[in-house]
């Protein structure tokens, strides 16, 4: 029999706020083991918990980025669990009510290859509720140890409905999220760090059928590529256990990433198994609408939704929109770009080409990567550039050296095509001299150009571009060589 994955995703994302979720203790990744705790991190009796507004406004503009519904009211509940990396046996979280409801995601397919746009299509959302982070246990050999900086910091929980059917879709809806994450300056979402963790739940049905089948829950996959693996890796335990036969036991399972393969760690456990209930010393939260309105006008433009509008309405190729839409910081580097100069498609390339490449070759040297706030070059040094080679002051191979010249000091275009001499000669007296000395010696590049053959043309062109140092004006190179070879 045929079986069809499908695979529903509950993804943690830690919201950047300064200070925790119910306190005021800030939270910083990389501080000294427990030295952002307080006692109410700690849950030390007596304590209360105090609301974090920004924390609650940031996850609506996510629910608003994953085009959920915002609820009007929602509540905080008690999650009873006994664990070490949980001092007060509970975890704040929303079980009934949780801020955000519903939502979808656009998603891109992998194409046929990197250069081609692939399949779009829609994932569903269930939820996203607010929760506090616990502390991070690390298992050593012989002793385990607990930092409790990470406890009590904001957690969105992102929660799919069983609505992907490979790992293939999963990993393209965990970047497609990322980015809208990102975007919305809700996170940064780096998975080293933890901001960004997912759990996935995986279960087969024979193909043609719709009811779902006995899941199982693979906890700590911190990164794209666990995620893969360990989804492919239960896909094929499942159909290995169904085609004997056998039943799929539901449980929790722990991906072991040094060994590529995951191992049972609980059966899983029943909403009952946590005694849920409201808090009793937090408030429900009543979200305002005008507020609601308020914090989606400040959203941007989701990444999807921007590169469809760069291939329309700048009639930029998917290999330029592919690279620069999903991220926020090069979009807008190259919108101001184009408000000095409108040439998006000259601007687009340089950006996602040139820029690209230097920005990663400085940080190849020793530095940390270079992102675009770094860069030694503003929107206007692109512009500028482009807007000297379209007005043929210099050719475009003369622009590339000028680019690198803009990156390594920071001077403006004009300013180095000065110092350097590198207007591109227009002085067709010159340019003709040159072509004539270039046909007298290559009789042979001449009889081929004659017989047909325009390529030839290029043999010609090089030494009129080696003796004016790559300054010859292209396009009247090519008419001068033509002239001077028709009429002669
Ligand atoms: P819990 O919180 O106990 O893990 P939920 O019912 O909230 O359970 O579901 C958690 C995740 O599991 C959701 O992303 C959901 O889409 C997914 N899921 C539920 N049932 C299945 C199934 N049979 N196969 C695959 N994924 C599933
Ligand atoms: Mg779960």
Redesign the pocket.
């Known amino acids: 029999m045929d079986y069809e994955p499908?695979?529903?995703?509950?993804i943690h994302v830690q919201i950047k706020t300064r200070t925790k979720m119910f306190t005021a203790a800030p939270y910083a990744y990389g501080a000294a083991p427990n030295t952002l705790t307080d006692a109410v991190v700690l849950g030390l009796p007596g304590t209360l918990p105090v609301l974090n507004h920004t924390a609650i406004e940031k996850c609506a503009q996510l629910g608003l980025m994953l085009q959920c519904e915002i609820a009007e009211v929602c509540k905080w509940d008690r999650k009873n669990y006994f664990y070490p990396d949980s001092p007060k046996n509970y975890q704040l979280t929303q079980n009934e009510q949780p801020l955000c409801i519903g939502g979808k995601v656009e998603i891109e397919l992998p194409g046929p290859s990197r250069n081609v746009e692939g399949e779009h299509r829609w994932v569903t959302l269930?939820r996203i509720h607010l929760e506090e982070d616990p502390g991070k246990l690390t298992h050593e050999s012989f002793e385990t140890v607990i930092d409790f900086n990470r406890a009590g910091v904001p957690l969105a929980e992102i929660?799919?409905?069983?609505?992907l059917y490979s790992s293939t879709e999963a990993v393209s809806f965990l970047n497609a999220l990322r980015q809208l994450i990102v975007y919305a300056g809700i996170s940064d979402c780096d998975m080293e760090k933890g901001q960004m963790r997912c759990?996935a739940?995986?279960?087969l049905?024979p193909k043609g059928t719709d009811t779902?089948?006995?899941?199982t829950?693979m906890k700590n996959l911190n990164s794209i590529s666990n995620v893969r693996a360990a989804i492919e890796y239960e896909i094929r335990r499942q159909t290995e256990i169904l085609e004997d036969g056998g039943s799929i036991l539901q449980e929790t399972r722990r991906w072991d990433a040094a060994k590529s393969e995951s191992f049972s760690l609980r059966s899983?456990?029943?909403?009952h198994d946590y005694r849920y209930f409201p808090d009793p010393d937090l408030m429900p939260v009543l979200f305002p609408r005008e507020r609601v309105t308020e914090l989606g006008a400040e959203l941007p433009e989701r990444p999807l939704d921007r590169q469809r509008r760069y291939q329309k309405d700048f009639e930029l190729p998917y290999t330029l929109t592919s690279v620069l839409c999903p991220e926020r910081e090069l979009c807008e580097f190259f919108e101001a770009a184009l408000l000095e100069h409108s040439a998006p498609k000259a601007i687009a390339n340089y950006i996602a080409n040139d820029l690209l490449r230097e920005l990663a070759e400085a940080s190849e040297h020793g530095q940390s990567a270079l992102s675009i706030s770094q860069c030694p070059l503003t929107p206007a040094h692109i512009a500028s550039l482009v807007r000297v080679i379209d007005e043929g002051v210099i050719s475009k191979q003369i622009g590339k050296e000028v680019f690198s010249e803009m990156f390594r000091t920071g001077n403006m275009p004009e300013v180095i095509i000065e110092e350097k001499g590198l207007k591109q000669s227009n002085d067709s007296g010159e340019i003709e001299a040159l072509c004539q000395a270039a046909i007298a010696g290559n009789a042979k590049a001449v009889a081929q150009y004659k017989e047909g053959n325009a390529k030839a043309l290029n043999a010609l062109k090089g030494p009129v571009m080696k003796a004016t140092k790559g300054k010859a004006n292209p396009a009247m190179l090519d008419q001068v060589l033509r002239k001077l070879i028709d009429e002669g």
């Open positions: 499908v695979i529903g995703l509950e269930n929660v799919t409905e069983p609505d759990d739940n995986v279960s049905r779902l089948g006995t899941r829950e899983k456990e029943e909403a």
